[in-house]
């Protein structure tokens, strides 16, 4: 038995019977980047002030030697890059020299846009880094153009060159000759030294805004006869963030995705991106405090494709989102924005308080990081949204200090805050340092005072009772560093004289558990009165002034030169006698003052 060949087909004839023709892709397909790149400076999106600028430059003919060309991915760097080289180099009937009016196609146009043109030299800066390389083009730098008008450097991604190889350009990039340009192109600016760019004209690209870039990709549907929602566009142009070569690989994607037909469900999908309305149906139940109905939202979301990081990077746009409409309330009639997000971002706006948005945006900021750091994101992703409904409905310091501060003066006793994070009860402590700093320190009042708990009349009072409780540190501070505001039974108001902060909450505790029932402790802002340290101080010093007016006393001291007094003590009152007082006694004179300090005693007289 031969093989027999299977049968040719005819190149034009008709298909035999039993064989299905199976079509094959076009030869040559260009990516929608490729295809849609711009060719003019009319082309280009949202880069209004750079075309103005360049525009001025060529019909005055002030035109630099060198432009530096900056910004993020895909903004179009490259491509204003060519489309300078372009218009430096046009030529066509009617037109002498270079001009930005490019309508129709020049001598050089397509050779420059394709990149290889002889006289327009595209060089990436990552592969040929090197003084060499510099010191090539330089060399070939002095030679005048094979067929353009000028001679093009484009050097991509500048900032990748060495420090010698920009040293070794500075000097031909100040002073080139007359028929050369350069033009430079970076994402990193910053890493450009100096020296160069102080010799450029700078450009900075920006980033394509969302409405801007939602038009750009409806035309390109439009030109390719492909079905867009525009919410599908909306999700591509978020995701690009501004990038439009990114926002046209998606586009292309989506295409292939949804076989001609673009519709949003499928683009989240195809993005592993969450539905807009279920992340605000999210957002929502967490500023409810909802702990359940989030984990639960969550795992749905989740489970259905969902990244945990994106889900987190989408709470924290849309808390951005909330946050700057209730500042600016016109934002949220952007054309970017789905309905689901308009409708959102005005309720939300108006119903939470600045400081729980800004609360929302710290802790979804750090959760993104702590997510993608973890091995396993789905579980700490699920602790930031606990930490994020669990905090709320809690009150910022200065409010609970606030109504801390109310109940106090309506002479009633905290009650304990409580939430309804997932089962309904939430403790919120307020105390330790926190308390402490923020003037105000409160102990929970016992339901029941203890019998025969002692009554405080007085400040001194406490101290005696930090020293019966043999509390010396404690004792130590309410003498030194403490002074008196105001003192009632069960309440205490102080101000701090060098003490710790901490002594706010300590005394408050202390108090409680020696009294047996709750003291409020609160820190004024007024000076209060001296301490009891200043206060014995002060009348030391003046039992002392006394003693040093005594007519006796300052006879024993003039008797005796050299002589002070070291220090006074209040001895028991003696039985009483027929001595008379010292202010009685008759003034002394030398022989009196002898007979007075005879004695075996003389020794003990300091």
Known sequence: MTDVPPPSLPADGPALPGLEMVAKPAAGYRVLARKYRPQRFEDLIGQQAMVRTIGNAFATGRIPQAWVLTGVRGVGKTTTARILARALNYEAPGVAGPTIDLKAEGVHCRAIMESRHVDVIEIDAASHNGVADIRELTDNSR??????????????????????????????????????????????????????????????????????????????????????????????????????????????????HGAGRIEAEAVRTMLGLADRARIIDLFQALMRGDIAGALAEFREQYDGGADPASILVDLADFTHLVTRVKIVPTVADDPALVEAERRGARELAGALAMRVLARAWQMLSKG???????????????????????????????????????????????????????????????????????????????????????????????????????????????????????????????????????????????????????????????????????????????????????????????????????????????????????????????????????????????
């Open 143 to 256: 030679y005048r153009p094979v067929a353009a008008r000028m001679k093009v450097y484009i050097v991509d991604e500048v900032h990748m060159l060495s420090t010698a190889a920009f040293n070794a350009l500075l000097k031909t990039l100040e002073e080139p000759p007359e028929h050369v340009k350069f033009i430079f192109a970076t994402t990193e600016i910053r890493k450009v030294p100096v020296t160069v760019l102080s010799r450029c004209q700078r450009f900075d690209l920006r980033r394509v805004e969302g409405a801007t870039l939602v038009g750009h990709l409806a035309g390109i549907c439009d030109k390719e006869a492909v079905t867009a929602d525009p919410e599908a566009l909306a999700v591509i142009a978020r995701a690009a963030e501004g990038s439009v070569r990114d926002s046209l690989s998606l586009l292309d994607q989506a295409i292939a």
């Open 368 to 606: 993104v990081a702590e997510v993608n750091a973890h091995a396993r994101p789905a579980q700490a992703a699920e602790m930031v949204l606990v930490r994020l409904a669990y905090a709320a409905d809690m009150p910022t310091p200065d409010e609970a200090l606030r109504k801390l501060s109310d109940l106090v003066s309506a002479g009633a006793a905290p009650a304990a805050p409580s939430g309804n994070g997932g089962n309904g009860a939430r403790a919120q402590r307020f105390g330790g340092a926190q308390a402490a700093t923020h003037a105000v320190a409160t102990v929970a009042a016992p339901q029941t005072e203890a019998v025969g708990a002692p009554r405080l009349n007085a400040f001194e009072e406490v101290v005696a009772l930090a020293a019966s409780h043999r509390d010396i540190l404690l004792k130590t501070q309410l003498e030194t560093g403490v002074r008196l505001v105001a003192f009632q039974d069960g309440r205490l108001e102080i101000a701090l004289a060098g003490a710790s902060p901490t002594i706010i909450t300590e005394l408050g505790e202390k108090l409680k558990s020696w009294t047996g029932r709750r003291w409020v402790v609160t820190l004024s802002r007024e000076g209060g009165g001296k301490t009891i340290a200043e206060q014995r101080q002060e009348e030391a010093d003046q039992v002392r002034e006394g003693i040093d007016a005594n007519p006796v006393v300052r006879a024993v001291l003039e008797r005796f030169p050299g002589a002070k007094i070291a220090r006074v003590r209040h001895l028991a009152a003696a039985p009483a006698t027929d001595t008379p007082p010292l202010a009685d006694l008759p003034p002394l004179d030398d022989e009196g003052l002898d007979g007075l300090f005879a004695g075996p005693d003389d020794d003990d007289i300091q």
